[in-house]
Structures are given as C-alpha cells and as structure tokens.
C-alpha cells in the first residue's frame, strides 16, 4: 500500500531504514577524539568493538568514519587478537528517543585487534573522509554472535570519528 501526496500525486515511499527509524528499532553510536596523538598507545588509532548477539535477527550497519589528515579506515570480522582492553564503552542510542536504548555493548581503545577478516580497508588521502554516506551501496549485514572491529589510523595528531548505525531484521520464511 502507498500513499499519495495530495498536492503533486506522487507516491510517497519510505526507505526501510527510515522505517526501523520509525519503529524504534534503529541505533547509532559514536566515538570521536579531539586529538589521536594524545591518545595511549598505539597513539595513532580508534577503534571500537563489539559482538553481535544471537538474534534476534540480523544487524544491518553502516559505518561513518570521518579525520582530520591521512588515515586508513577497517572493518575487520573474526577478530582472534588479544590486544583488546577495552578502555570504556558506549551506549548505542535509539533515534526513537522514547524507546529503549541498544543492549549491544560497543568497546573503545587504542590497542588494535589482530587476526579476522577485512572486509573493508581504505586509505584516505588529507581531510575528511564519510564511509558510509549511502545506505544502498555502504550497508554491511552481519552474522550473528561474531567480533567485528572498526579502526581509524592516522599517520599524525588529528581529530576522528567513528559513527555507526544499525537495525535487526529477521527475514520473512
């Protein structure tokens, strides 16, 4: 079923996404820094962690990453390293700010995972760089109970975010 604008008579679509929005049932988080240098070693990179839980469906994720210099983006699945402690976490905000917020746990840290699979690496030259800007062609759709990590390395002291959004979907048998 569509609606129809009254004023131009054009259907009006909604975008999944947009939809879970409206649902309640879509999160973001982030992890910015003002300067990675005066970071803990490795002083020259954020990362953030996390697990994807057992269900109730699948994450699907975007992942924005934004610096202020050179940096490499990853997003790495898997992970096995023991270098992670994490420093703190974050909360994963529901965009419906009359619902709950996530449960899935995100770490932070400077101490780099090892091991997995990179499914996504990118070198990026000076300024700002957005992963993530078109849901359709940036969207990651994630096994459950798995170890995902994205990284942000920069050659030098500048500033960084990392911002993800996700929703579950269970698929219709």
């Known amino acids: 079923m569509s609606s129809i604008d009254k004023t131009t008579g054009a259907n009006v679509v909604m975008l999944y996404a947009h939809h879970e929005l409206h649902e309640g049932d879509l999160w973001s988080c982030f992890y910015s820094v003002a300067s990675i240098g005066a970071m803990t070693t490795p002083d020259d990179a954020i990362q953030l962690t996390w697990t994807t839980p057992k269900g109730p469906g699948?994450?699907?994720?975007?992942?924005?990453?934004?610096?202020?210099?050179?940096?490499?983006?990853?997003?790495?699945?898997?992970?096995?390293?023991?270098?992670?402690?994490?420093?703190?976490?974050?909360t994963g905000y529901n965009r419906r700010r009359d619902r709950e917020n996530s449960n899935i746990i995100m770490y932070y840290d400077a101490t780099l995972v090892t091991g997995g699979v990179v499914l996504e690496e990118e070198y990026i030259s000076t300024g700002k760089f957005g992963a993530g800007e078109s849901r359709?062609?940036?969207?990651?759709?994630?096994?459950?109970?798995?170890?995902?990590?994205?990284?942000?390395?920069?050659?030098?002291?500048q500033i960084a975010t990392i911002k993800i959004d996700w929703y579950f979907h269970k698929d219709r048998k």
Not at 136 to 157: G, P
């Open 136 to 157: 359709s062609s940036q969207e990651w759709i994630l096994n459950q109970n798995t170890k995902y990590a994205v990284s942000l390395y920069l050659n030098d002291a």
């Open 58 to 90: 699948l994450m699907h994720l975007v992942i924005h990453a934004q610096c202020g210099g050179p940096a490499l983006y990853k997003f790495t699945e898997g992970w096995t390293g023991a270098g992670v402690s994490p420093t703190g976490t974050i």
